[in-house]
């Protein structure tokens, strides 16, 4: 399995905190996107899926160091449905760079900006993906399926490398911002509960709202409450299962743990089949609101 070694040397020299803030400032811009919800979670679900199809056993292995998800071929990918308007949002930051920042490292630092811009955890992070050719576009139907149960749910984050469940139930943890979109995905909803704040209250609601299992306009299966909130069959699966939902009464209970796990694991998630150099600097960055900006 040759790994990707990242090329820091020719990147060091990018202020990083200035790619961070010209991405947060994009969120701040694009504040009416999906009745107002914004462009954070659609930005965080980018670096997710840009990381996401990676597989170690596979000849094409996929993940974020070649910045594939750039390439129609993956972008069409149905799994991918919608994220064309978050790429697009990123072009004339790549631009603006001119070559000093790869797709690789702009997709996953747009999630690091989502997350922190939205109130949640720092996540750390390292330069020096490198632009793979279309060559090392991934096939398509690496991302999960939502009609899943958690068997399902724990086998294929095993694939992703996280044999934790902590880390599992961490970093679905992450549907508590944003929505799904029928068009893009077969699901919709939830109306009442879509946020752009990122917290531990997708935990809560799996807990203490009455669902009800109700076919959608689509057909798939979703779990509805009488407020207009959804779950997702994966999500419901987290209270399904007895380890999981130790872990879901954790982390509702105690919202900087679910950070502090959230933060490690999308980190790795980030950099899943990079070898970083051990001179390679991790990066914390700070939010606008920190900067008084
Ligand atoms: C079992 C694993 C997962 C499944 C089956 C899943 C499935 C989905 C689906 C079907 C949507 C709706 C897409 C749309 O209709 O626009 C969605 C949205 C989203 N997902 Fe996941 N997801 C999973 C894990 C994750 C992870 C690990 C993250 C990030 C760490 C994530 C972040 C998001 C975000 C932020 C949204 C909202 C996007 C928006 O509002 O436009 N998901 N997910
Ligand atoms: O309970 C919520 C909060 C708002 N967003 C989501 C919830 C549940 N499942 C989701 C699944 C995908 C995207 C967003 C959500």
């Known amino acids: 399995n040759e790994v990707q070694f990242a090329a820091s040397n020719k990147l060091k020299?990018?202020?990083y905190q200035n790619v961070y803030n010209d991405i947060a400032n994009v969120?701040?811009?694009n504040d009416e996107h999906d009745d107002y919800?914004?462009?954070g979670p659609v930005l965080l679900r980018l670096a997710w899926h840009a990381s996401g199809q990676f597989d170690s056993k596979q000849e094409i292995k996929g993940g974020s160091y070649n910045g594939t998800l750039r390439f129609d071929k993956e972008l069409s990918d149905p799994s991918n449905a919608?994220?064309?308007y978050a790429f697009d949002l990123l072009k004339p930051i790549y631009k603006k760079y001119n070559h000093q920042i790869s797709h690789g490292d702009l997709f996953t630092l747009a999630g690091v900006v989502a997350v922190q811009e939205m109130g949640g955890p720092k996540i750390p992070w390292r330069y020096g993906r490198v632009d793979g050719d279309i060559e090392t576009v991934p096939l398509n139907g690496r991302l999960p399926d939502a009609n899943q149960n958690a068997n399902y749910v724990r086998n294929f984050f095993h694939r992703l490398n996280f044999l934790e469940d902590k880390e599992i139930v961490a970093l679905i943890g992450a549907h508590c911002v944003g929505k799904t979109h029928l068009k893009n995905s077969g699901f919709e909803g939830p109306w009442g509960a879509a946020t752009n704040m990122f917290t531990n209250e997708f935990f809560r609601n799996l807990?203490?709202?009455k669902w009800v299992l109700e076919k959608n306009e689509a057909g798939n299966q979703q779990y509805n409450n009488d407020k207009g909130y959804m779950m997702l069959p994966t999500d419901m699966a987290l209270v399904q299962d007895g380890s999981f939902k130790k872990i879901v009464e954790e982390f509702a209970n105690d919202e900087s743990s679910f950070f502090k796990v959230f933060s490690s694991a999308f980190n790795k998630l980030?950099?899943?089949g990079i070898k970083f150099e051990k001179s390679s600097p991790v990066l914390y960055f700070k939010t606008l609101d920190?900067?008084?900006i």
């Open 37 to 39: 919800i914004g462009s």
């Open 290 to 292: 920190e900067q008084d």
């Open 270 to 272: 980030l950099e899943n």
């Open 207 to 209: 807990l203490t709202e």
């Open 27 to 29: 969120i701040r811009e």
């Open 13 to 15: 020299n990018t202020n």
């Open 82 to 84: 919608g994220l064309k």
